[in-house]
C-alpha cells in the first residue's frame, strides 16, 4: 500500500480569524505516490461538469487506499477543507493516516517554515505560485493554472520527502520596533529525518495523536 502526497486549493482564502474554513470549497487538489520512479502528479477537480477532467471522488478514492497520507500542513488545512465535501467519517479516517512535515519542524522548533523554504534550503525547483495566485487563477477561469500550480505543490513535496533527510531553518520572533509587526528571523538549521520519523508514527496507534519525539 502505498504513500500518498496530496494537496488542496479552495476558492477563497482563509480571513485574518482563521475561523471561515466551513466557507472554503476546494477547486483543484493532486495527489501523487511516494516514491523514486513514480509517475507525475494526478489532479481532481471538485466540479468538473462539461469537461474531462477527474471529479474530486478520485482523490477520495486515493486517500483511501493509501496506508499513509501526507500534507503539509495537513491537518491545519487540507483535512478541515475536505470536511466541506466528505463525510466526517471518511475525513477522520484518513486524518489517522496523516504524517506531516511542517506539523513535525513546528513541534520540534515552534517556528512555521514554508514548503518553498524548504524546497530551496534543499536544492530543489521551488513553487511558481502561492495560494492566493491560485485564488485569483479560479476566480479569473484559469483552471488548467489552478490545477498545474497544485500537481507543482504535490510533486515538490513528493520530491523533498524522498530525499529521506531534510534540512529546514530554526527560527525565532524578533520585534522590530517602532509599532511594526514582529518578523522571524532564522536563527540556526535542523535536519528531519523522514524516513526515521514515518518508520515511528507508522508504528503508533492511529487513534494516537499525542506529539512524538522527532529525531533529528
Given at each position: 500500500?502505498?504513500?500518498?502526497?496530496?494537496?488542496?486549493?479552495?476558492?477563497?482564502?482563509?480571513?485574518?480569524?482563521?475561523?471561515?474554513?466551513?466557507?472554503?470549497?476546494?477547486?483543484?487538489?493532486?495527489?501523487?505516490?511516494?516514491?523514486?520512479?513514480?509517475?507525475?502528479?494526478?489532479?481532481?477537480?471538485?466540479?468538473?461538469?462539461?469537461?474531462?477532467?477527474?471529479?474530486?471522488?478520485?482523490?477520495?478514492?486515493?486517500?483511501?487506499?493509501?496506508?499513509?497520507?501526507?500534507?503539509?500542513?495537513?491537518?491545519?488545512?487540507?483535512?478541515?477543507?475536505?470536511?466541506?465535501?466528505?463525510?466526517?467519517?471518511?475525513?477522520?479516517?484518513?486524518?489517522?493516516?496523516?504524517?506531516?512535515?511542517?506539523?513535525?519542524?513546528?513541534?520540534?522548533?515552534?517556528?512555521?517554515?514554508?514548503?518553498?523554504?524548504?524546497?530551496?534550503?534543499?536544492?530543489?525547483a521551488q513553487k511558481?505560485?502561492?495560494?492566493?495566485?491560485?485564488?485569483?487563477?479560479?476566480?479569473?477561469?484559469?483552471?488548467?493554472?489552478?490545477?498545474?500550480?497544485?500537481?507543482?505543490?504535490?510533486?515538490?513535496?513528493?520530491?523533498?520527502?524522498?530525499?529521506?533527510?531534510?534540512?529546514?531553518?530554526?527560527?525565532?520572533?524578533?520585534?522590530?520596533?517602532?509599532?511594526?509587526?514582529?518578523?522571524?528571523?532564522?536563527?540556526?538549521?535542523?535536519?528531519?529525518?523522514?524516513?526515521?520519523?514515518?518508520?515511528?508514527?507508522?508504528?503508533?496507534?492511529?487513534?494516537?495523536?499525542?506529539?512524538?519525539?522527532i529525531p533529528f
Open positions: 500500500m502505498a504513500i500518498l502526497a496530496f494537496d488542496v486549493e479552495t476558492d477563497r482564502l482563509l480571513d485574518s480569524s482563521r475561523t471561515n474554513f466551513g466557507d472554503l470549497r476546494i477547486t483543484v487538489a493532486a495527489a501523487s505516490e511516494v516514491g523514486r520512479g513514480r509517475a507525475a502528479a494526478s489532479s481532481f477537480y471538485a466540479d468538473p461538469v462539461g469537461s474531462d477532467e477527474p471529479p474530486l471522488s478520485g482523490l477520495a478514492d486515493a486517500l483511501e487506499g493509501a496506508c499513509t497520507v501526507v500534507a503539509f500542513n495537513g491537518r491545519g488545512f487540507d483535512m478541515r477543507v475536505l470536511r466541506n465535501h466528505f463525510a466526517s467519517e471518511a475525513v477522520e479516517r484518513w486524518t489517522r493516516k496523516l504524517i506531516d512535515p511542517f506539523e513535525a519542524m513546528r513541534e520540534h522548533t515552534g517556528s512555521w517554515v514554508k514548503l518553498d523554504e524548504l524546497l530551496e534550503a534543499n536544492g530543489l511558481s505560485g502561492d495560494g492566493v495566485s491560485a485564488v485569483e487563477w479560479w476566480a479569473a477561469g484559469e483552471r488548467r493554472k489552478v490545477a498545474d500550480y497544485c500537481c507543482q505543490d504535490v510533486e515538490g513535496l513528493r520530491r523533498l520527502l524522498e530525499l529521506g533527510k531534510i534540512a529546514f531553518p530554526v527560527k525565532r520572533w524578533q520585534d522590530t520596533g517602532e509599532g511594526r509587526k514582529r518578523h522571524q528571523v532564522v536563527t540556526g538549521w535542523a535536519e528531519l529525518d523522514w524516513d526515521r520519523h514515518v518508520a515511528q508514527q507508522q508504528g503508533m496507534h492511529p487513534s494516537v495523536h499525542k506529539a512524538y519525539p
